[in-house]
């Protein structure tokens, strides 16, 4: 499995290493513009493993949504609002993409899911701040977090990756809301945020590139 990876996926390997290493050195002493470089490194590489092992329209896409999520990793650290926008544009490409990979058949417990996602996670959403001012940009955010995660769910792609995947990321944006409410003086944030959301890119990312080289009939090495 690790000779495979460092061969066959060096930048899976790449991803992975400042992935970890930015867990332990994000409250550290590193310069800000290099940490922040660092800090997009993890899901940035994420985008090139993508973009490599999967030609085509739909490895854009997904590359495109790992390389969106790697800027707005950045640019979260410099602006909200910017970070957030470009979370969007990832959410909208990873949206297209599953829409164009609908699953034929889906238990009814399975769209009942997808279906209650959506308006459960924005209500917790924007109940979250203590601000009430902020809680409208908040919920507009989520839904469009919301709709990807349904999406995912119901998409044809592997729902003990992508559809999992695509769920952690939803919880992680979830800690990151509770900042502004009642874990605002809690660590736990802290501990939960990036690895919450970088496992789920991670199980979103290498769970689309498996499945759509299986339907190439590419072989996975």
Do not use: C
Not at 101 to 119: D, G, M, V, Y
Not at 192 to 213: A, C, D, E, K, S
Request: aromatic content about 14%; overall charge positive.
């Amino acid at each position: 499995m690790k000779r495979a990876i460092i061969e066959s996926r060096p930048y899976l390997l790449l991803s992975l290493v400042f992935a970890i290493s930015y867990f332990f050195v994000m409250d550290g002493n590193v310069p800000g513009t290099f940490l922040i470089l660092w800090k997009g490194a993890g899901v940035g590489f994420l985008a090139v493993y993508a973009l490599r092992r999967v030609r085509g329209f739909d490895g854009k896409l997904i590359a495109g949504v790992m390389g969106f999520g790697s800027l707005g990793d950045m640019l979260i650290e410099l602006d909200l609002i910017l970070g957030a926008a470009a979370f969007i544009g990832g959410h909208i490409l990873a949206i297209i993409l599953y829409a164009r990979h609908r699953r034929a058949e889906t238990a009814f417990s399975q769209k009942l899911l997808a279906i209650l996602l959506i308006p459960i996670t924005v209500f917790i959403a924007w109940s979250l701040p203590f601000d009430r001012a902020e809680a409208p940009g908040i919920a507009a955010y989520t839904l469009i977090l919301a709709a990807m995660a349904a999406m995912a769910w119901t998409s044809s792609f592997s729902r003990y990756r992508v559809g999992i995947g695509a769920i952690l990321f939803v919880i992680s944006d979830l800690f990151i809301f509770s900042r502004m409410g009642f874990l605002q003086n809690s660590t736990i944030p802290d501990w939960t945020v990036w690895p919450l959301y970088y496992v789920g890119q991670f199980m979103i990312v290498t769970g689309v590139v498996r499945n759509l080289r299986e339907r190439a009939h590419i072989p996975n090495p």
